[in-house]
């Protein structure tokens, strides 16, 4: 997966994320699944894009 797909799904998962914790709160089922799949993603950035750039 390229930096741009990885990126873009990052932002749409963070817009979901958004819309179902003001439409059912931070505390919802939905919205806790949501960002836990954020924190995945963005670890996922992480791993492959943040630690390259500090080993070089």
Do not use: C, H, P, W
């Not at 998962?13 to 089922?29: F, Y």
Request: hydrophobic share 40%; glycine share 2%.
């Amino acid at each position: 997966m390229s930096k741009q797909e990885l990126l873009t799904l990052i932002e749409k998962k963070r817009a979901e994320l958004i819309d179902v914790a003001m439409q059912n709160g931070l505390n919802s089922s939905t919205a806790i699944r949501y960002s836990q799949e954020l924190d995945t993603l963005l670890n996922e950035y992480n791993r492959i894009f943040i630690k390259k750039i500090q080993t070089q």
